[in-house]
């Protein structure tokens, strides 16, 4: 079972036990000031933006698809090196000890 490592929106960090299969978002959306994800993972909403250690995207995660890239860039947060959404991100072991950062929420 990989860990992931999230820094909330108020700075606190948790170690979650994530489930293999699931997308970073459905493992971290019940934390404490965590992701809103509105669109249930649909790639509709960017409620789910989370920050990733640019050399941690290059080594462990898939490129963003064109629609990822999309809603993300439309963000006022939005960081080219180190923006996705946790719901295009499927948990797997290759994932274990993945640090993530919840971005300021865009409402």
């Known amino acids: ?62 490129p963003r698809t064109h629609e990822e890239s999309s809603m993300l860039e439309n963000s006022p947060h939005f960081d080219a090196d180190r923006s996705r959404l946790s719901c295009q991100i499927i948990t797997s072991d290759q994932l274990d000890g993945l640090e993530l950062e919840v971005a300021p929420s865009d409402f």
């Open 1 to 62: 079972m990989p860990k992931l490592v999230v820094k909330n929106r108020n700075g606190d960090v948790f170690t979650v036990d994530a489930q293999n299969g699931l997308s970073v978002m459905e493992n971290i959306r019940d934390l404490d000031a965590s992701v809103d994800a509105i669109c249930g993972g649909l790639c509709s909403c960017a409620t789910c933006h989370v920050f990733i250690a640019a050399d941690m995207q290059q080594e462990r995660l898939h």
